[in-house]
């Protein structure tokens, strides 16, 4: 039997959006990892980043426990853990660091490990996982239970799915996800009462998260898969019913957020999980991301009886030519309809917007806005193009990235290529879009209230006012530019020495 630390580096502290957003979820991915190696009879602790106010708990807990082996395994489940920020990489680094110091074998998992494994290893990482890595970390806790001492070299030998300094290899193609991992997390092992504090202290209700699948069967341009690729892995409706039944009986929380990337797929499996649900007296209100595509009223109408209270959309763009040009898949008319059709049946919808995108221009910014008023969402995440590795987007615009390459933080909001507008330009026009969506989901005045109905008008007026300043904006400094004497001409050498 090993002393096993399994752990994650994503810290809330270090995220000062999300830090103030307050909305914090265990790793579900690295308590998965943790069951897995219990149930192979290891001892397990975890240290949950999440929550930490600092670096110095981690020194203090990997100090007492002294483990055999540190399994850093990042939350894939996390959308900010696939964004890979710059800020959470350091903490891995410090993590290793302090974990070599200890004594222990280090092993890290996670989508910027997958992507820049020499990174971590020149940390002090013996092993990266490449992938999911189910399969391989396995294998390396067996050897190493059959043999403590054993060199790091032959620790590694043969094992698909790796990169190690003792091999010698940067990264070594990763192996398919492995459905074992699909089971219900360590939830003991998670310190709920610190994560019901701060909700409750934030938002007067309490949410935890599971997930019903994993991966997305889509190819988006800009997506980057390099956990479970273009996999997709559903659990049995039963199974996942049984599991939101537990964590309403064990933890009584108020709100579930189902973290798939695409939740449900056809819409036979979501009409068995409301089944069940109903079976079991299990359905906890929830929130769930999916494509517009798969909203037809049937599926709006069993996502209503599952229980489910909100639906985030990859609406990305209100400019058809520039979702043709994602790969995306969906059409515009495809958002207008599934707004529409959730609505109707009650639940909430919230568009993900994305700015910026290679060959975009304003027209397209412009259709974007026309698709928020249209469509009236109910909230929207705005960000722009982040160029990750893996991805089409990527190569298309590798040659123009510099020396940034990742976002500090996921507030970031820095343009990473060269866009038609700069970084200020998509930031305004974010905030506006936010603006004109809290604007639009403001309980309209009744029609006796005239007052009332001039405060509106008077609103929406001064937010049109803020966009034809910031495009009056642009267009002086893009005609001002264009104004621009052009440099002075090198002088002509034979010229001057003649």
Request: proline share 5%; glycine share 6%; hydrophobic share 40%.
């Amino acid at each position: 039997m090993l002393k096993i630390q399994v752990g994650h580096s994503y810290y809330l502290h270090f995220d000062k959006k999300q830090w103030e957003r307050g909305k914090p979820y265990p790793p579900l991915a690295t308590i998965q990892v943790a069951a897995m190696l219990r149930q192979l009879g290891h001892d397990v602790a975890l240290f949950d980043s999440m929550l930490a106010e600092d670096m110095h708990e981690y020194e203090k807990a990997v100090r007492s426990l002294r483990p055999d082996v540190v399994v850093l395994y990042e939350d894939n489940f996390n959308y900010l853990t696939k964004m890979c920020l710059a800020r959470m990489r350091e903490a891995a680094c410090q993590m290793i660091g302090e974990a070599r110091a200890n004594g222990a074998r280090v092993i890290v998992a996670g989508s910027d490990a997958s992507d820049q494994p020499d990174v971590f290893l020149a940390a002090g990482a013996q092993v990266v996982l490449i992938g999911e890595g189910i399969a391989p970390l396995v294998e390396l806790v067996k050897r190493l239970e059959r043999d403590p001492a054993i060199e790091d070299a032959a620790w590694t030998a043969g094992i698909a799915g790796v990169a190690s300094v003792a091999n010698g290899q940067a990264r070594v193609g990763a192996v398919p996800p492995d459905p074992r991992i699909a089971g219900h997390p360590a939830w003991d092992l998670i310190d709920i009462e610190r994560y019901r504090a701060m909700w409750q202290e934030r938002h007067g209700y309490f949410s935890l998260n599971m997930a019903a699948s994993r991966g997305c069967p889509f190819r988006c341009n800009w997506c980057a898969k390099p956990i479970w690729g273009n996999h997709y892995n559903r659990r049995p409706a039963r199974d996942v019913a049984e599991e939101m039944t537990h964590l309403k009986t064990a933890f009584k929380p108020d709100h579930i957020w189902l973290a798939d990337d695409i939740f449900g797929f056809h819409v036979s499996w979501v009409e068995e999980f409301a089944t069940h649900l109903d079976d079991l007296d299990g359905s906890v209100p929830f929130t769930i991301q999916t494509r517009a595509d798969l909203i037809s009223e049937r599926m709006a109408a069993a996502l209503k009886r599952a229980g489910c209270a909100e639906v985030w959309l990859g609406a990305e763009s209100g400019s058809q030519r520039v979702l043709d040009s994602m790969n995306k898949g969906t059409k515009v008319a495809d958002l207008i309809a599934a707004r529409e059709r959730l609505g109707r049946n009650g639940i909430r919808v919230g568009f993900f917007i994305q700015l910026g995108y290679l060959g975009e221009q304003l027209v397209d910014l412009l259709a974007t806005r026309d698709l928020i008023v249209r469509a009236a969402p109910d909230d929207i995440g705005v960000s722009v193009s982040y160029p990750l590795p893996g991805t089409k987007f990527y190569e298309q615009v590798r040659s123009q990235l510099g020396t940034k390459t990742h976002w500090r933080e996921s507030d970031d909001l820095a343009m990473m290529f060269h866009g038609a507008y700069d970084s200020e330009f998509y930031r305004c026009f974010r905030d506006l879009l936010h603006e004109q969506v809290t604007l639009q989901q403001s309980p309209s005045p009744p029609s006796s209230n005239h007052g009332r109905q001039q405060d509106h008008d008077h609103a929406q007026a001064m937010i049109d006012a803020r966009w034809n300043a910031l495009l009056a904006r642009e267009h002086l400094h893009r005609t001002e530019q264009a104004l621009l004497p052009l440099p002075l001409a090198a002088p002509n050498k034979a010229k001057a020495m003649s």
